[in-house]
């Protein structure tokens, strides 16, 4: 059983990694599977508009629940799950996330790290979204002093990122001491 976790801001190529590794894993023979929290948020509000902030707390508070769930159930049928949309910028936002899935198994988890311009450029090429504000998330991330997992530099053509990382879960880069964790 092995949990990937791909974080990354907005743009930054979590939705084309994670579909590449997926391929990957399939390729090779394994049982794998890509969850994706934003398909669980649209599941109960496909606009993103909510009337009120309690509502949209509570729409992606059931989104978390039914997302952590899937990944537990998934890991449990002998799965290697790949896992986008989550935001793990801190060990205790990691520490919280696993606790909710009550299973242990290896957890792998890569930042992806991609300047600011190039994730504008990306944004751009595919549409803006107005619930989208790239500045804010780089400034969080610009923040943060110790990450766990691996850094990952995704600035290559998506299928050479997407060995790139396969190679470093093989090589088991990015393998999260759940142990260590408090």
Known sequence: MKLIIIDGGPA??????????????????????LLDLDTYVEELNPKWIWENEQQ??????????????????????????????????????????????EIVC????????????????RLHDRGPHSLIDLEKDQKDRDGVKVWPGHIYGNINLPKEDAENL??????????IDINKMS
């Open 12 to 33: 930054s190529g979590k939705n084309t990694l994670g579909v590449l590794l997926l391929e990957m894993f399939n390729k090779f023979g394994a049982k794998a599977v």
């Open 56 to 101: 949209k707390n509570m729409d992606q508070l059931k989104a978390r629940e039914n997302f952590a769930k899937d990944i537990k159930k998934y890991l449990q049928d002998d799965f290697t799950v790949i896992v986008i949309g989550e935001r793990f910028l801190t060990i205790s936002d990691l520490s919280v996330f696993l606790r909710k899935l």
């Open 106 to 121: 290896q957890v792998f988890l890569y930042h992806l790290a991609i300047p600011l311009s190039l994730r504008k450029q």
């Open 166 to 175: 396969f190679k470093l879960i093989q090589n088991e880069k990015g393998l």
